[in-house]
């Protein structure tokens, strides 16, 4: 995620390679990386950081108390922002984790960030001002689109948003099958697919309308649509995404819960 993040703020002129820089964990990962972006990447940062404004914080939540304590050990300066993409860490979490008053931002963004379409939210902690959420907001716009929030929505968007690609490759994936087994070629299929779900998309966000209306419009009387449709609720399709969204926020939420660090 991070790499898409860096990748979609490049691609979008926000910053230039030689005011961002990037840590990993190995020496080999940091030249894997430095190699794809063309921007600095060490395992050895603490020089860099008071000369730094922002940094993002993108490791997985079993390692953010060892990421933070680092960060906390090396100096950090008093006005450096910090935001987390960390999923199911709270801002308070966070603070408590750094144990100064720096400004925290929490976010929440997706891969499609990587070409521009993403969709992130995000929230500020106790010492994060205005100003520190229009900085993360215009970091995230660059990537697509970026919404401000209550905390307490969190983890319901992280199974949304935050997991939903995952969501639609599937059912992307099952289509362009589909297409297959009917007798087009898979590249076909897939192309199709991937246009037409993206094509729907835009639609609901360019009309404003609701997406049972824009369904209705496709959908004629004893028409291939309706039989289709008429399917899909037999298999319950509702039911099973909105079965998949419930489990996937519940394991949001515990990916937060304080561990012994």
Not at 63 to 70: E, L, M, Q, Y
Not at 87 to 98: D, K, M
Not at 188 to 213: E, F, K, S
Not at 220 to 249: H, N, Q, Y
Request: net charge positive; hydrophobic share 45%.
């Amino acid at each position: 995620m991070g790499q898409a993040l860096i990748q979609g703020i490049l691609r979008g002129g926000l910053l230039t390679p030689d005011r961002i820089w990037a840590a990993t964990r190995t020496s080999a990962s940091a030249q894997a990386v430095e190699s794809t972006l063309g921007v600095p990447v060490t395992t050895r940062y603490e020089d860099r950081l008071p000369n730094t404004a922002i940094v993002l914080l993108c490791v997985k939540p079993a390692h953010v108390p060892s990421a933070i304590g680092r960060l906390a050990q090396s100096g950090l300066p008093p006005g450096t922002l910090l935001i987390s993409i960390a999923a199911g860490v709270s801002t308070a979490r966070l603070e408590q984790l750094l144990g100064v008053p720096n400004p925290w931002i929490r976010a929440m963004p997706n891969t499609p960030s990587i070409v521009g379409e993403g969709m992130t939210v995000i929230c500020g902690g106790k010492h994060a001002t205005p100003a520190h959420l229009e900085q993360a907001q215009s970091l995230f716009a660059v990537v697509g689109r970026c919404r401000q929030v209550d905390e307490q929505h969190f983890n319901a968007i992280t199974a949304l948003s935050g997991s939903g690609p995952a969501y639609v490759y599937l059912i992307i994936e099952a289509m362009a099958d589909a297409g297959v087994r009917v007798g087009l070629p898979r590249q076909l299929a897939l192309d199709l697919v991937a246009q037409t779900v993206g094509g729907a998309a835009r639609m609901v966000q360019a009309t404003g309308r609701h997406p049972a209306a824009l369904r209705d419009d496709v959908t004629t009387p004893a028409g291939c649509t309706i039989a289709g449709l008429l399917m899909l609720e037999d298999g319950k399709i509702r039911s099973v995404l909105a079965r998949a969204i419930e489990e996937a926020a519940q394991i949001a939420r515990g990916l937060g819960e304080t561990r012994k660090d």
